[in-house]
């Protein structure tokens, strides 16, 4: 790395089953950095299988690497933007001071972008009057309402009722609020995308997904379930612990568990494409690498433009 890099941050962005996360910490490995996970459901404690978390991946050369923003809050707890964008720079301001490169390694569209773009982030309270308002209706007239807002959320991870409601309810709250200002640290990101064949990353999913199934997804759910935390508040993170859930109390067959996770698995790694793209199309600029080059080809890359 140059002595002094134009750029601040690194991000390393892309789908599910990308190897996004192995590109990152070879790369941290390398720099001395530190890693920030941009993802939604690392965040929660005990949630390690059916979030993905890789933690041995943390580990090059028998170096660990330093992560944050994963398990600091326990499952159960319904994390949000607004706290993702607060730790985030609490995380960066830290990093920077002691001299190392924040390294923000993740898929979830919306955290990146929130914090990237600066969005203008504040707690937002329920609205009771809204949330009646909205009452009865199906993920899909949700969806449709989600997606007129521009600003910060669209469907990417509207995958419950709940988080739609949600989202409708942050985004009115802003509409009604144009008058809040937020003071944020200047951001130089160099951003790197990961781009994956189509066919190679639907092999990938599905062989992830019964090795992870194999490893004792289902145990953790019930795990989970067994330790209090209620099974309405374990669908509410959608994808594995939508499905394992479902079938941890019953209400699926493990042959369905298996076939509908598999296809929504499938279908997010599309929708985090989509929210990628959006960005590029809003101004991002992002430096694509193709999965299957080799990874010290990859590294060298991007070490030659810091």
């Keep these: 790395m140059k002595q002094e890099s134009p750029y601040n941050l690194i991000v390393i962005l892309g789908p599910t089953a990308s190897g996004k996360t192995t590109l990152a910490t070879q790369l941290a490995y390398k720099i001395g950095g530190e890693i920030i996970s941009a993802d939604s459901r690392q965040v929660y404690r ?21 992560y944050h923003l994963i398990d600091i809050v326990d499952a159960g707890y319904k994390y949000n933007v607004y706290e993702y964008q607060n730790d985030f720079f609490k995380a960066f301001e830290d990093i920077r001071k002691r001299g190392k490169m924040p390294v923000m390694c993740g898929g979830t569209g919306m955290y990146i972008e929130a914090v990237l773009s600066h969005f203008k982030m504040v707690h937002v309270p329920s609205n009771p009057e809204l949330r009646k308002k909205l009452e009865g209706k199906s993920l899909d007239e949700l969806t449709q309402i989600l997606s007129s807002f521009k600003k910060l959320h669209n469907t990417t991870d509207a995958d419950t009722v709940k988080r739609a409601v949600r989202g409708i309810e942050i985004e009115t709250y802003y509409s009604e609020h144009p ?42 759910v019930r795990g989970i379930l067994n330790s209090g935390v209620k099974a309405e508040d374990l669908i509410y993170y959608g994808l594995e612990y939508k499905y394992l859930t479902l079938y941890a109390t019953g209400e699926i067959s493990y042959q369905e568990m298996f076939e509908k996770l598999n296809i929504a698995i499938h279908q997010f790694a599309k929708r985090q494409m989509t929210w990628f793209r959006k960005m590029e199309r809003s101004g991002f600029q992002i430096h694509w690498m193709d999965a299957m080059e080799a990874e010290e080809l990859r590294v060298q890359e991007i070490l030659n433009w810091l």
């Design 46 to 66: 005990s949630m390690n299988l059916g979030t993905g978390k890789d933690l041995e991946d943390y580990v090059v050369n028998h170096t660990p690497i330093p």
């Design 179 to 220: 008058e809040i200002e937020v003071e944020l640290p200047e951001l130089n990101p160099l951003i790197i995308g990961v781009k994956i064949d189509r066919e190679l990353r639907r092999e990938k999913i599905t062989k992830r997904l019964k090795s992870r199934l194999d490893e004792g997804m289902v145990d953790e």
